[in-house]
């Protein structure tokens, strides 16, 4: 049997790898665009956040699209927009365009996390798609790892401008690549016959001429409703750490800038690595005989109660404390992920995927916004991160109890009931 399917899946974690060094740009930046513009700790936040706003808005229409459009098309266009606002980032003459870049980042980069779910679920049989998953999502963790190291340091030699242009030279890349390669598994000339055989017995695509259950309908269900608040209190850490990591260890542990820049790289990585075992793990078992659904809803409930490490994180007075807490934290969040992300495909009604993958991105970047805006108010008004990291804990612990008591069994849902 041919190995077609990983190609794909490892050239979804290419985009995501690329669109996440987008995001994580500006959170090295922080000190950088204060010197070129003089932006205080609460415009920082509503800076960090407006990526998110747009990108929130997008989801639900996204989504729609999605399962009328397909991945192809629709990627082309949102791998085009990102790397337009790339290079507008680096070419802003002040805060205003900045900001306006950052809101077209958020168009752009909308579609990449609800196609990547519903190219899986076209793509990979449900035994596989954990750790076909996992590998587009752990390149979201990956991309911090190494990307604020190494965006951190050519900052510190050429400026934030070019660090940003560089980011539009790998997002233009990206986008002649996907143009190349991408293709459904119905129209991929490189597919053998036995690979597409093996993939039609589960894919989604044979469900494609089913016509997709109503928005309102998925937004009534209660499984839906308890997989979007459960990764959306995922993202409200991810999205805490992503943007202020560097400046808590720079301004509460008194690291200096270049140091936390390395220091920070060290929680993504170990998440990079959780992640991709939460992926395989979850599949590993599940193709021995262990039952499904228990599987991925201990994965999911387990891990993401590891994400209350972060009360740790507020009482941490040193630097290896503090990053031993933050990794035990974003670890765990992280083996989760995978599972959640690989949940859409096996809940949704025939032919709605795409609608439910942005539902639940939809409530990701509700997170995504606050976030960074909450944490920005908080370390403003009290020059700590306690109660940030504290209202994190408060979300998790909901996130846990919304797996437990919504989500309930994983299983589809049934297709909405059209009456005339």
Not at 191 to 207: F, G, K, M, N, V
Request: charged letters at 10%; glycine letters at 10%; aromatic letters at 12%.
């Amino acid at each position: 049997m041919g190995r077609r399917r990983w190609s794909i899946a490892w050239l979804l974690a290419a985009g995501v790898l690329v669109n996440y060094f987008d995001r994580v740009n500006l959170s090295v930046s922080h000190l950088a665009l204060y010197s070129t513009f003089g932006i205080s700790d609460i415009a920082f936040g509503y800076l960090s956040g407006a990526y998110n706003w747009t990108y929130a808005l997008c989801q639900l229409p996204v989504g729609l699209l999605l399962d009328r459009l397909g991945v192809k098309r629709i990627g082309r266009v949102s791998i085009l927009l990102w790397s337009m606002a790339s290079f507008g980032a680096a070419l802003s003459p002040g805060v205003g365009s900045f900001f306006g870049a950052r809101l077209l980042l958020g168009v752009g980069e909308a579609p990449t996390f609800p196609a990547n779910a519903k190219a899986i679920g076209y793509w990979f049989p449900q035994s596989e798609r954990g750790l076909a998953t996992s590998l587009f999502d752990a390149a979201a963790k990956f991309a911090s790892a190494i990307g604020v190291p190494l965006l951190g340091l050519l900052l510190l030699r050429v400026g934030w401008r070019w660090s940003f242009a560089m980011t539009g030279v790998l997002s233009l890349l990206y986008f002649a690549v996907f143009w190349r390669f991408y293709r459904d598994p119905n129209e991929d000339p490189d597919l053998s016959l036995e690979e597409r055989t093996y993939i039609a017995d589960e894919s989604e695509q044979r469900a494609e001429a089913a016509p997709p259950s109503s928005l309102g309908y998925m937004l009534r269900q209660r499984k839906v409703l308890g997989l979007a608040l459960g990764l959306g209190s995922y993202n409200y850490v991810f999205y805490l750490l992503l943007t202020w990591l560097p400046s808590y260890l720079s301004s509460t542990l008194h690291i200096d800038l270049l140091h936390s820049f390395l220091y920070t790289g060290v929680p993504w990585l170990i998440a990079t690595g959780t992640d991709l075992l939460g992926g395989w793990g979850s599949d590993a078992l599940i193709q021995r005989g262990w039952n499904a659904s228990r599987v991925r809803k201990t994965v999911l409930v387990c891990g993401t109660a590891f994400g209350l490490g972060i009360l740790g994180a507020s009482n941490a007075h040193t630097p290896t404390r503090a990053l031993i807490w933050i990794s035990v934290s974003i670890g765990g969040l992280a083996a989760a992920a995978p599972v959640g992300w690989s949940i859409p495909s096996m809940i949704a009604p025939q032919g709605s995927v795409g609608t439910v993958g942005g539902i639940v991105n939809f409530s990701n970047q509700i997170s995504g916004i606050a976030a960074p805006i909450i944490t920005g108010y908080l370390v403003a008004a009290t020059h700590s991160y306690v109660w940030a990291f504290r209202i994190s804990a408060i979300y998790v612990v909901i996130g846990v109890l919304s797996y437990i008591f919504l989500l309930g069994e994983i299983r589809q849902i049934a297709p909405e009931i059209i009456r005339t």
